[in-house]
């Protein structure tokens, strides 16, 4: 690996993208180096994660009731994953503003999957650093992300992000009829506050995760209806986006929910979810995550 994992990106985007080639190893600098720096000021405090759990309705006990967490063996209330995806989702479009301006071309975050194999607590920093990068199916460049959390001068990967860049957006694969549906209200001043609460900039363009951070909520509805329980534990998030949002009203289907396997007492699940507003699609994609008691659903379609 070089001391830039980018060096030589704007080769390949000149190729995919049709943009003149430009050799700099300035942009391999400001992203690895200046852009972490800046993301590394993220703190998340236990106020951050009761506020966005609020924004987002998602009212998961684990994430509020520190004795709980403790109970569950964990440190603290952990932020949540749907959040920390977001946290790495302005980190890569702040990358990729930097590309679009370097290139001078309209680049697109087209996809992100999320993995979180350690939980982020209230007052960890937050670094998020590039680690590669690679030509994939599609036109695209598929970026590896890891976001490590700092605390106590100790360093521990907490986070790993794969996003894929490109000038178009997937289409939406409709699984079928929904077996569990959700609406919310996505106001102007509901994105503003999730871009501040984020380490985002307000003026900037809705996130596609923000859509995708209700998949998490719907889930724990579900699990409410179903098993009288909110508690869950979100462990990957994987999402293709097919459009824009914007203020309006937003609708969260669930078109399969499938038990995976059994783990430490926990059932794992996957379920695949589709977010709209209206006709239009925003993203869709599949989620993986655990509960305490088994869920009486339609496991298929």
Not at 217 to 230: A, D, F, P
Request: with cysteine; net charge neutral.
């Amino acid at each position: 690996m070089t001391t830039f994992p980018l060096s030589g990106i704007s080769n390949l985007a000149a190729r995919l993208f049709r943009i003149a080639p430009r050799e700099d190893e300035n942009l391999e600098k400001q992203i690895n180096e200046t852009l972490a720096e800046e993301r590394e000021r993220i703190q998340p405090s236990s106020e951050d994660i009761t506020s966005f759990g609020d924004m987002t309705e998602d009212h998961n006990p684990i994430h509020r009731d520190k004795s709980l967490a403790l109970k569950k063996k964990l440190l603290d209330t952990p932020v949540m994953g749907a959040h920390t995806a977001i946290y790495g989702a302005q980190f890569v479009n702040g990358v990729t503003e930097r590309m679009k301006k370097f290139w001078g071309t309209d680049i697109k975050m087209v996809s992100q999957e999320s993995r979180f194999p350690a939980p982020i607590y209230p007052g960890d920093k937050i670094r998020w650093q590039i680690v590669d990068y690679k030509e994939v199916e599609g036109n695209q460049i598929e970026l590896d992300i890891t976001g490590y959390k700092i605390r106590d001068e100790e360093k521990k990967e907490a986070v790993k992000i794969t996003s894929r860049l490109g000038d178009n957006y997937a289409l939406p694969e409709i699984k079928g009829t929904p077996i569990y549906s959700q609406k919310y209200m996505m106001t102007e001043d509901l994105i503003r506050n999730l871009h501040q609460r984020t380490g985002g900039n307000p003026s900037d363009k809705p996130l596609h995760m923000f859509a995708v951070s209700f998949v998490p909520t719907t889930l724990t509805k579900l699990l409410l209806e179903k098993s009288n329980t909110l508690e869950g534990i979100n462990g990957a998030m994987d999402y293709k986006f097919t459009g824009d949002i914007k203020p309006g009203e937003l609708s969260v289907d669930v078109y399969r929910f499938k038990e995976t396997r059994t783990r430490g007492g926990a059932f794992w699940y996957r379920l695949d979810a589709h977010c709209r507003q209206g006709k239009d699609s925003i993203a869709y994609g599949e989620m993986l995550c655990t509960a305490n008691q088994l869920v009486d659903l339609p496991l298929s379609i």
